[in-house]
């Protein structure tokens, strides 16, 4: 096992792209008071492995609220704003799962926001706290970056108060719209990654462009703060994809101690 931390993703994306399992948990669960903070309102540390029983070990070292609380597989729902947009040989292979592993799902249609506009607003509140938490350090040290994360503390440089302050409204538009849609004990389960990890040499233009549509994907767990695990499934063009559990907040546990079910 590893640990890493995961703002953004970097914990669930490259779990996907690599088949493993990684685990974000509820943001502000895991106390990162001597970690050095990027953006305070998405930073969690989280977790690697290749076996479900190492997640659930570890697990148990910063979570105390285990028991034998089951997910009933009503509760497990299909978010339909995420899935019936992706490629249709990843959409066909995750229906097919869902259809073997569980017969029928119930669909959920969590809000009335395009993802895209929540991977802006996701996008907004991580540059501008970026912006006094790392770019300081980045302008005094002046270290060798590459040109397309330049490009991304550029447009960080850039976020007004004003830019922020209407994405953290809109993150609370979401939040509410989330809550009052999905019942406290549902658990949502779809492609951690739109596709598989892309292929070495592509432009920054290109990765630019493939980083935004896993953004529109990594966003929702990051913005409403829940759990999320991903679990190898699936297979994309290049490689793995892997099957996100997404529980309501502080489901930690729950989602740790069901893995077998998925």
């Known amino acids: 096992f590893t640990i890493g931390t995961d703002t953004g993703g970097s914990v669930r994306v490259p779990a996907s792209f690599c088949g493993v399992i990684g685990f974000r948990p509820t943001h502000g669960r895991i106390n ?15 977790w690697f492995s290749n076996n479900k029983s190492n997640m659930l070990k570890l697990g148990e070292l910063f979570f105390d609220n285990f028991n034998d609380e089951k997910i009933e597989q009503h509760n497990i729902l299909i978010p339909i704003d995420i899935v019936d947009n992706l490629d ?64 991304r503390f550029e447009m960080a440089k850039n976020i007004t108060k004003n830019m922020y302050d209407d994405a953290v409204n809109l993150r609370k538009e979401f939040i509410s719209e989330l809550d009052q849609n999905l019942p406290v004990e549902s658990i949502l389960i779809f492609p951690t990654t739109p596709f598989s990890s892309p292929i070495k040499g592509q432009s920054d233009d290109d990765l630019s462009e493939l980083r935004k549509k896993v953004m529109e994907f990594t966003c929702i767990g990051g913005l409403s703060s829940r759990p999320q695990i991903s679990i190898p499934k699936f297979k994309g063009s290049t490689g793995p994809i892997g099957l996100s559990v997404l529980g309501n907040k502080y489901a930690d546990e729950i989602i740790l101690n069901n893995l077998n079910l998925f």
């Open 32 to 46: 990162l008071k001597k970690v050095y903070p990027m953006s305070e309102s998405f930073d969690t540390l989280g």
């Open 88 to 151: 249709e040989n990843i959409k066909s292979q995750f229906y097919d799962y869902c259809q073997h592993k569980f017969n029928n799902l119930d669909k959920v249609k969590l809000f009335n926001f395009e993802k895209s506009e929540l991977a802006d607003c996701f996008k907004i509140i991580q540059g501008y706290e970026i912006k006094f938490n790392l770019l300081p350090w980045i302008e005094k040290h002046n270290p060798k970056i590459s040109t397309e994360i330049n490009s």
